[in-house]
T-cell receptor, first 119, second 110 residues
Framework: GAVVSQHPSWVICKSGTSVKIECRSL??????MFWYRQFPKQSLMLMAT?????????EQGVEKDKFLINHASLTLSTLTVTSAHPEDSSFYIC???????????????FGSGTRLTVV | QKEVEQNSGPLSVPEGAIASLNCTYS??????FFWYRQYSGKSPELIMF??SNGDKEDGRFTAQLNKASQYVSLLIRDSQPSDSATYLCAVGDSNYQLIWGAGTKLIIKP
C-alpha cells in the first residue's frame, strides 16, 4: 500500500531556531500534501494544503511566514518551522493522497508524525 | 461552517463487550465517512470507511451510516485492551476534503 515517510520522528530545538520536517511518498505520486498539527488531547488541526509546484494554501490563523511549506516534487514536501518558540511544540503530521486509491478511501495516507519540542 | 461532533469521552468498556462510538456531522452534502484509530503519540490509521446508508462490517468492526439523521457510528465487538485508543471520525466532501471530529478516547478495561 501507499506509504508516506516522515522525518524526523522527534526533534528538540532551542527557541529561535528553525526546524525542517520532511515527508516523502515512497511508492506513489503525491500531488497534494496536507500538514496537520495536533496538541495533546486535541484533534488534528489542518495547517495547510500544498500542491506540487505551487504555493501552499494556509488555513485561517496559521502564519505562512512562520510555517514554510515547500512541495517541489511529486514525492517530497517539507514544513519548516521558523524561529520556533515553546508554543510551537506539538505533534506535526503530514498526509498525502494517492489518487490511484481515492475511489476506495479518498486515498489518504499519513506519515508517522514528528514530535517537536522547543526549549 | 462544516462540523463533525464526537463525544470526547473517555468511554470505558469492559473487555469482551461491544464498544459503540458515535459521530454527527453538519453538512448534508457529505459524501464519505471515515473512522481512524490513533494511539497516543502515533499518527491516525484508517479503520473503516463507508459511503452508503446502512451497515458495513469488517471483522470485529461495523460502521453504521444514517444520512437522514447525519449520524455515523462505529461498533467494536469483542473489545480488546489493544482497542484502547482515540477514535477519530472524519467526513469527506465532494472535493475530497476531510473534516475531522475531535475524537473519542476509548478505554477497554481487562
Amino acid at each position: 500500500g501507499a506509504v508516506v515517510s516522515q522525518h524526523p520522528s522527534w526533534v528538540i530545538c532551542k527557541s529561535g531556531t528553525s526546524v525542517k520536517i520532511e515527508c516523502r511518498s515512497l511508492d506513489f505520486q503525491a500531488t497534494t500534501m496536507f500538514w496537520y498539527r495536533q496538541f495533546p488531547k486535541q484533534s488534528l488541526m489542518l495547517m495547510a494544503t500544498s500542491n506540487e509546484g505551487s504555493k501552499a494554501t494556509y488555513e485561517q490563523g496559521v502564519e505562512k511566514d512562520k510555517f514554510l511549506i515547500n512541495h517541489a516534487s511529486l514525492t517530497l514536501s517539507t514544513l519548516t518551522v521558523t524561529s520556533a518558540h515553546p508554543e510551537d511544540s506539538s505533534f506535526y503530521i503530514c498526509s498525502a493522497r494517492d489518487l490511484t486509491q481515492q475511489v476506495n478511501s479518498y486515498g489518504y495516507t499519513f506519515g508517522s508524525g514528528t514530535r517537536l519540542t522547543v526549549v | 461552517q462544516k462540523e463533525v461532533e464526537q463525544n470526547s469521552g473517555p468511554l470505558s468498556v469492559p473487555e469482551g463487550a461491544i464498544a459503540s462510538l458515535n459521530c454527527t456531522y453538519s453538512d448534508r452534502g457529505s459524501q464519505s465517512f471515515f473512522w481512524y484509530r490513533q494511539y497516543s503519540g502515533k499518527s491516525p490509521e484508517l479503520i473503516m470507511f463507508i459511503y452508503s446508508n446502512g451497515d458495513k462490517e469488517d471483522g470485529r468492526f461495523t460502521a453504521q451510516l444514517n444520512k437522514a439523521s447525519q449520524y455515523v457510528s462505529l461498533l467494536i465487538r469483542d473489545s480488546q485492551p489493544s482497542d484502547s485508543a482515540t477514535y477519530l471520525c472524519a467526513v469527506g466532501d465532494s472535493n475530497y476534503q476531510l473534516i475531522w471530529g475531535a475524537g473519542t478516547k476509548l478505554i477497554i478495561k481487562p
